[in-house]
């Protein structure tokens, strides 16, 4: 199958081969996408550079989201490359990993607006720079988690995803005109170096395996599944949706008793 071919993407925010970014890329280079990816500091580079040579891609950058730039930049040098772009995915956040426990009331106006720059954000400002080289038909892809409910020690990045979320919606307006999708997938907790960080992580992976409706945690290769959807043409008349990957977690409104003893 090529649900993808002849298509162009950029993968911004893969870290590692457990990176919820490299499950989708992995979908998408399977199905004939062509991928560029982004990196910020050698360190990464030193990672990503050897996971895109392996989808037989040499076209990475280095982009930092937090200098706009760096965003025009890039995307500049796409056009350059490749003169038009098909599809987006921004899988980018950030939190110093001191406040990712305990209190919220805690979080520090510095680690706020750093985390929001980059959580929330960057993805505005590589919207408006990637539609200027995009078509009817292309579609953008950010990563989100639960912000409609409270979740102990996600604290100042749930705040940010809320806001993600909502920023989806209105770039879903802004850029429905020319054609151009924008949504988000929600997925449930996977085991990334992002999720480590967060305080009592095990805890939040062994109870959404216990209580989701399919009683088992998702993967990077589900969420690839669905972001595969999507961005294809499949999801031609999908935009300013939140989509969950969480196994049916959001739809639980209480713990079934039996799980409990």
């Known amino acids: 199958m090529s649900l993808l071919k002849k298509k162009k993407g950029l993968i911004m925010g893969v870290a590692n081969d457990r990176s919820i970014a490299w499950g989708i890329a992995k979908k998408l280079s399977e199905h004939g996408a062509n991928l560029a990816f982004t990196y910020l500091g050698d360190a990464l580079k030193k990672r990503v550079v050897p ?3 392996s989808l037989k891609s040499s076209f990475v950058l280095s982009c930092d989201v937090e200098k706009k ?3 025009i930049r890039t995307f500049n040098d796409i056009k350059n490359k490749w003169e038009n772009l098909d599809f987006v995915v921004h899988a980018i956040a950030f939190s110093e990993r001191s406040e990712l426990s305990g209190e919220y009331l805690n979080t520090s106006r510095e680690n706020f607006l750093k985390s929001m720059l980059i959580s929330c954000f960057s993805f505005t400002e590589v919207a408006k720079e990637a539609s200027k080289i995009m078509s009817k038909g292309s579609s953008m892809l950010t990563l989100t988690y639960e912000s409609s409910k409270v979740i102990p020690n996600y604290n100042v990045m749930g705040v940010c995803k809320a806001a993600l979320e909502s920023s989806v919606k209105y770039l879903a307006r802004d850029l429905g005109s020319k054609g151009i999708r924008i949504n988000a997938i929600s997925a449930g907790p996977i085991k990334t170096l992002a999720a480590s960080a967060i305080g009592d992580a095990k805890f939040l992976y062994k109870w959404n395996e216990d209580h989701s409706l399919l009683k088992r945690n998702v993967d990077i290769n ?8 999507l961005l294809s043409d499949l999801a031609a008349a999908v935009t300013g949706e939140i989509h969950y990957v969480d196994a049916g977690y959001n739809k639980v409104g209480m713990p079934n008793p039996q799980n409990m003893t």
């Not at 589900?222 to 959807?229: E, F, H």
Request: glycine share 14%.
């Open 69 to 71: 730039e760096d965003i």
């Open 222 to 229: 589900d969420v690839g599944g669905s972001a595969l959807y």
């Open 51 to 53: 996971l895109a040579e």
